[in-house]
């Protein structure tokens, strides 16, 4: 059983095995005949703000120097697009989405965003099917070695990524996703062009494209024009 397998990978057995489907299944699923299915949108809900909770309560409690500001930094370096996608790979997460033939063809399993979205519907039901102190656990393990290796507090300042993460979530408009438009030059110094794009009205749609020696570096660009941007927009509202 496909379930099986993933309960096994993330060391949790349901009880109520319904709850592992509905996290598993896309709302592209969810038309037509299968309209009473269930997808797992309420569970990323569910999951996203655990994942929060769990993560700022450990932090402060790791850091207890630290102020608001630079709690949330590493909060927000913990809990992204880049890190929850390459956590529900490990899960395997991308082959065991229920997902209507469209996405199935344009390959949206491997989109970060709908990655992230899984991951934290898979946490939100492993909390609805057990308790806090399970999901609480959880966490902290799946969580131990990013915790360990987290960033330093000066490197914040140079982290785009992670600041336009912080100001995003603050402005309520959703997670950046990054994608690589192309890359030219010799292979063993080319150059990557990287787009970044925020979700508007449902739709994923594309602010700034920048380019890097690495894909990394190239995002990293993307963001500092697009936090230069919000923040402009953010000074002419309040001069209005």
Same mark, same amino acid.
């Given at each position: #059983?496909?379930?099986?397998?993933? +309960? /096994?990978?993330?060391?949790? =057995?349901?009880?109520?095995?319904?709850?592992?489907? @509905? $996290?598993?299944?896309?709302?592209?699923?969810?038309?037509?005949?299968?309209?009473?299915?269930?997808?797992?949108?309420?569970?990323?809900?569910l999951g996203d703000a655990i994942l929060g909770f769990v993560l700022a309560e450990q932090l402060m409690q790791i850091f207890p120097q630290d102020n608001e500001g630079?709690?949330?930094?590493?909060?927000?370096?913990?809990?992204?697009?880049?890190?929850?996608?390459?956590?529900?790979?490990?899960?395997?997460?991308?082959?065991?989405?229920? #997902?209507?033939?469209?996405?199935? +063809? /344009?390959?949206?399993?491997? =989109?970060?965003?709908?990655?992230?979205?899984?991951? @934290? $519907?898979?946490?939100?039901?492993?909390?609805?099917?057990?308790?806090?102190?399970?999901?609480?656990?959880?966490?902290?393990?799946?969580?131990?070695?990013?915790?360990?290796?987290?960033?330093?507090?000066?490197?914040?300042?140079?982290?785009?990524?992670?600041?336009?993460?912080?100001?995003?979530?603050?402005?309520?408009?959703?997670?950046?996703?990054?994608?690589?438009?192309?890359s030219q030059g010799p292979s063993h110094n080319p150059e990557f062009l990287v787009g970044i794009f925020l979700n508007e009205n449902g739709k994923s749609v594309e602010?700034?494209?920048?380019?890097?020696?690495?894909?990394?570096?190239?995002?990293?660009?993307?963001?500092?024009?697009?936090?230069?941007?919000?923040?402009?927009?953010?000074?002419?509202?309040?001069?209005?």
């Amino acid at each position: #059983m496909i379930q099986q397998s993933l +309960e /096994q990978v993330i060391g949790y =057995k349901f009880k109520n095995r319904d709850l592992l489907i @509905e $996290a598993l299944t896309h709302k592209s699923y969810c038309i037509n005949e299968k309209k009473r299915q269930s997808h797992n949108e309420r569970l990323e809900f569910l999951g996203d703000a655990i994942l929060g909770f769990v993560l700022a309560e450990q932090l402060m409690q790791i850091f207890p120097q630290d102020n608001e500001g630079l709690l949330s930094k590493k909060r927000a370096s913990l809990v992204n697009q880049d890190v929850l996608a390459k956590k529900a790979l490990a899960f395997k997460l991308d082959s065991l989405l229920i #997902m209507g033939p469209g996405e199935k +063809e /344009q390959e949206s399993n491997l =989109k970060p965003r709908i990655l992230c979205s899984v991951y @934290e $519907a898979v946490l939100g039901a492993v909390y609805l099917d057990s308790d806090y102190a399970q999901i609480k656990a959880w966490v902290q393990k799946e969580f131990k070695t990013d915790i360990e290796q987290i960033k330093p507090d000066l490197e914040f300042e140079r982290d785009y990524k992670t600041r336009l993460q912080e100001l995003t979530q603050k402005l309520k408009l959703g997670t950046p996703e990054y994608q690589l438009i192309g890359s030219q030059g010799p292979s063993h110094n080319p150059e990557f062009l990287v787009g970044i794009f925020l979700n508007e009205n449902g739709k994923s749609v594309e602010k700034f494209r920048a380019t890097g020696k690495s894909k990394k570096a190239a995002e990293q660009s993307a963001a500092q024009q697009l936090i230069q941007s919000l923040e402009t927009e953010q000074v002419k509202r309040k001069s209005v």
